[in-house]
């Protein structure tokens, strides 16, 4: 069966998405007659109209997070704790969106306890199960893992609807390694924007010629000795 003929789970991470379109239109101009902001909603449902044009997935499904709180920040409490409080005018435009969601009959889900992404991973690996063409939507360059020949990241790399299609090839042409290689440069260069510190002095391009060199992060742990300077010694 070709990839055209395939049916096509669209997967958006509500979240990530949402706050794209809050910060991308003037927030004054988006209100309701209660004076309820509601330019993340505009925002959100303007992109995902385009992608369903655009796409014409068979299945759709739409991911939000609970809260801040996930067996993550369980594990690791400074887990994204950098980050700052959520703008007053953002706060109720998640729960008009769900409500707008539901009045269009698309499916959205959340759990308590996990992230969206993690709903996200399963919906795409239930759907390649299923023999489906993935696209999974995010800002989020952790779903870059995600990515395998029948599942696709797009990528917003200018407000929400200027979308980079990220396959393997991409993500290998950007980062110097393979989409399923991502998370290890990640652990190593660090995620400021969760609170996830990396090694010292390693950008993506040393992390990506590590990788390269040793072929997996358990190589370079094991072999640090071999990696000199003072990037080796933070390392060890």
Not at 64 to 69: A, G, L
Not at 77 to 87: C, L, N
Not at 195 to 203: E, F
Request: glycine share 8%.
């Amino acid at each position: 069966m070709s990839t055209s003929s395939k049916p096509t789970l669209l997967l958006i991470d509500g979240h990530s998405l949402a706050f794209r379109a809050f910060y991308a239109l003037n927030v004054e101009n988006f209100k309701n007659s209660q004076g309820q902001h509601t330019n993340a909603v505009h925002g959100f449902i303007s992109m995902m109209l385009n992608m369903l044009e655009g796409e014409k997935p068979t299945h759709l499904c739409v991911a939000f997070d609970v809260s801040r709180e996930s067996f993550r920040t369980q594990e690791l409490p400074e887990y994204k704790g950098t980050r700052g409080e959520t703008p007053e005018e953002f706060i109720g435009q998640t729960e008009l969106l769900v409500e707008a969601l539901e009045a269009m009959n698309i499916t959205s889900v959340s759990r308590e306890n996990f992230e969206a992404d993690d709903l996200l991973a399963s919906l795409a690996h239930q759907g390649e199960l299923h023999g489906m063409r993935v696209l999974v939507v995010s800002g989020d360059r952790d779903t870059f893992q995600l990515i395998r020949p029948e599942t696709t990241v797009l990528y917003p790399v200018k407000g929400v609807m200027n979308l980079a299609r990220m396959d393997d090839e991409a993500v290998l042409a950007k980062y110097g390694v393979h989409a399923v290689q991502y998370p290890e440069l990640a652990a190593l260069v660090g995620e400021t924007s969760d609170n996830l510190i990396g090694i010292p002095g390693v950008g993506p391009k040393t992390a990506a010629k590590w990788i390269q060199q040793f072929g997996s992060l358990d190589q370079i742990i094991e072999r640090a000795d071999e990696i000199p300077g003072k990037v080796g010694e933070s390392l060890r």
